[in-house]
């Protein structure tokens, strides 16, 4: 069977389960897309029309997988903006300039894909990011509270509206219509459905969505009042308005304003805000896919940008990929693309069949759903855990907030980029490591040999740069094993760090494994993962366990297991380890990171030293194994063939060659002042051991002996190799063998 006609059957077989998870998504979208669009003072079937339009064009054109398009919470008051703005009062005649740029947007998003610019999310610093939806989910909440408790004809700023609660409180006690009080136990009673549906374990309830059963509750009373016979109590300015016919709801939009200043503002707006809630939700939602896969971002990119053109010219609003109906969609079984089609035409079914539904959906019924969104996307648990991160995060957030709701979107992130940079040379105290280093490749990626690929990152890694390392991780096989050292990185932001653990968790998901490694030395304020860490220069490593790295936690474990003792803190005693002839040219300062067993004659641990004088001078960490013996050894080294070769030579070793091993002696270097006694103790069993494991350098100073895998530190995965071979290597020599429990 050719490739295409498995492709054919494997898309047969998982259609049903890409149905039913498209209808679910559908029943989601529905709510969402009539509720996006009247917060955003656009007509109702706005919305629809971009989940029909983007769920179309984005699964038959797009790069991602399992991903739903359709209008996104974070263009509301975007959108709402462009509409004031442009309309000068007229809030018809600005949706229509607004439909404009709309279409210009989505041409811009076209280019972007085409320029290659799916990286764009990666510029942007994590905190003001948060910043930025935080204040997108109060833009929301600020105008639909007011409309949930029955007050529909609300307008003003976002802080003006959210100054006036409390007075709209107080005015629906005083109110003296039935309607109002209608309306707002409805808004109210359907914010508690959204609170408390998560907490429902029915089996048979939970087939629906939360904003479904609001629709279904709210639709259905209206029919038991017509069944009893009774008025329906909420009138037409309490309800969805909807045109006569679909034909009549598709608009052409007015380019008359397309030079003016505030236009282009809109359009930039939108496309900016569009493409950085797409790049961001395809991001998370290539972490849920369940086939591993990653999508082409700048694919989807230009996908997006046509659907908001053809979205704009029949009367909707911008597309973008959504991560609340996405994440449905991937809960609900979902495979491919084909769900986001299915979706599509299903909302385009409802809206055919069920017009005279959708007009009996009260507007608080859906504002509610929009409340709950909004306190989502702005929970006083994003303030506490930007707190955690660090305080300077949680000032980068507020400023970020603060700065969108007063001004605008763009307005807010810039100014939340500026703060960002501006604390980063606060906290390193110079300005001239960035400018010096920003145009600098600061991540150097190789594989060593069979075993793992190793990246080592220096000067400063941030969100400025942050794409550079991105691709480097990106050209790593998923399920491979990769070091990612900072040893040499003297700033590291909470941007790269969240990245990183994001990547970590891709690797685990795909059967390989990402380590990161490095930061023991690296100065921080926080014990959150994510903060910002600066190398320190202290002449004393704090052994704090609070602010231990994952690393240091993990040597911490490792070394229970084996029941040998974990010391973090600094250790200058290194009288040991001098007299090693790989020693004699390198300027050794301390060890750290030390595990031992109980009698302490196998140290693992980490080292410093310099190498090189003056302007050539160069500080090397690294991870040696040291096994002292009770008994003479031969002084020797082996080592790979030419790589050390010249200084122990200068030491007066000579090669010393193994009878009947000429592969051995090909690929190892085995010397020695002393020949004869070296050659006898490596047996046959030895050099077979040696051969067939990965190389090491081996050292012997008579007392014992120093292994070194690369002068750089391990990962814990290295660190128990290097310690398995350090126990077999012992065995041979005689040596006895260090306890362990497991």
């Known amino acids: 069977m050719s490739a295409r006609k498995k492709q054919m059957a494997a898309f047969t077989r998982e259609l049903p389960r890409n149905l039913f998870a498209g209808f679910v998504v559908s029943l989601v979208a529905l709510p969402l897309g009539l509720g996006l669009a009247l917060a955003s003072d656009a007509p109702p079937i706005s919305g629809l029309i971009a989940a029909v339009v983007g769920g179309m064009v984005v699964a038959l054109l797009g790069g991602s997988h399992v991903t739903i398009a359709g209008p996104g919470n974070g263009l509301v008051i975007v959108i709402l903006g462009a509409i004031t703005t442009l309309g000068g009062g007229d809030l018809y005649q600005g949706y229509l300039f607004t439909l404009a740029a709309v279409v210009f947007a989505g041409g811009l998003m076209i280019l972007l894909g085409f320029l290659k610019m799916g990286r764009l999310a990666d510029f942007f610093p994590a905190s003001a990011i948060q910043g930025m939806l935080a204040a997108i989910g109060i833009g929301i909440l600020s105008k639909q509270f007011h409309i949930m408790i029955g007050h529909t004809q609300v307008s003003g700023s976002i802080v003006s509206l959210l100054g006036r609660i409390p007075s709209g409180l107080y005015q629906l006690f005083l109110a003296d219509g039935a309607q109002v009080w209608i309306a707002a136990g409805i808004g109210v009673g359907s914010l508690m459905i959204m609170i408390f549906y998560g907490r429902i374990r029915n089996r048979v309830v939970q087939l629906i969505p939360a904003p479904m059963w609001i629709l279904i509750l709210t639709v259905g009373m209206s029919y038991v009042y017509q069944w009893l016979q009774e008025p329906y109590p909420l009138g037409a300015d309490f309800l969805i308005r909807l045109p006569d016919s679909l034909a009549s709801s598709f608009v052409f939009p007015d ?25 961001l939700s395809i991001k998370a939602l290539d972490k849920l896919d369940p086939a591993n896969r990653r999508s082409n971002v700048n694919r989807d990119l230009k996908a997006l940008g046509l659907a908001s053109v053809i979205s704009g010219f029949l009367g909707g609003l911008a597309v973008v990929t959504v991560i ?6 991937v809960n609900n079984g979902a495979t491919n693309r084909s769900s986001n089609f299915l979706h599509a035409m299903l909302l385009l079914l409802f809206v055919l069949v069920f017009q005279e539904q959708l007009r009996r959906i009260p507007l608080s019924a859906l504002a509610a759903i929009l409340v709950y969104t909004g306190y989502k996307l702005a929970t006083p648990g994003q303030f506490k855990e930007m707190a955690r991160i660090g305080k300077e995060q949680l000032i980068i957030f507020l400023v970020t907030l603060a700065t969108t709701l007063l001004t605008n979107l763009i307005t807010g992130i810039a100014v939340g980029i500026l703060t960002t940079f501006v604390f980063h040379v606060i906290v390193t105290r110079s300005i001239g490591l960035f400018l010096r280093n920003v145009f600098k490749p600061n991540v150097l990626l190789f594989r060593e040999g069979e075993e793992n690929y190793y990246a080592s990152v220096k000067y400063f890694c941030n969100f400025l740069n942050f794409y ?33 653990e994001n990547y970590s968790e891709t690797f685990e998901k795909r059967g390989g494994h990402l380590e990161l490694i490095g930061l023991d030395k690296h100065h921080t304020k926080s014990t959150h993962p994510f903060a910002l860490r600066k190398l320190t220069q202290l002449s004393v490593l704090k052994p704090i366990e609070h602010f231990f790295t994952g690393r240091q936690r993990s040597l911490e474990q490792t070394a229970a297991e084996y029941d040998w003792v974990y010391r973090p803190e600094r250790n200058t005693d290194t009288r040991f380890l001098r007299d090693f002839i790989f020693f004699r040219r390198r300027q050794l300062a301390y060890s750290y990171n030390e595990l031992r067993n109980a009698a302490g004659d196998f140290r693992l641990m980490d080292i410093e030293f310099t190498e090189g004088i003056f302007t050539a001078r160069e500080v090397v960490k690294a991870t040696v194994l040291y096994i002292e013996c009770d008994q003479e050894l ?38 020695g002042a002393d020949p004869e006694p070296i050659a006898e103790m490596f047996s046959d069993e030895l050099v077979l051991f040696l051969e067939s494991n990965p190389y090491y350098h081996v050292e012997s100073n008579g ?18 190799r290097m310690r398995y071979f350090g126990q077999r290597l012992g065995e041979h020599f005689g040596m006895p063998v260090p306890g362990n429990k497991k």
């Open 703 to 720: 007392k014992g002996l120093l292994i070194l895998k690369n002068e750089r530190l391990l990962g814990i995965r290295e660190i128990k």
């Open 634 to 671: 031969p002084v020797f080294t082996l080592d790979r063939e030419g790589l050390l070769g010249f200084l122990y030579d200068l030491a007066g070793f000579r090669d010393i060659p193994l009878d009947d091993h000429p592969d051995f002696n090909r690929r190892f270097h085995l010397s």
């Open 468 to 500: 550079r390392l991105k691709d480097k991780l990106d050209a790593v096989p998923e399920n491979e094993e990769l070091v990612l050292d900072f040893s040499l990185c003297e700033f590291v932001d909470d941007t790269v760090l969240e990245s990183v």
């Open 255 to 279: 380019f008359s304003h397309a030079w003016d200043r505030d236009f282009f503002v809109a359009v930039f707006a939108i496309t900016f805000i569009a493409s950085i809630e797409s790049l």
């Open 324 to 329: 609340a109906r996405s994440s449905v969609n």
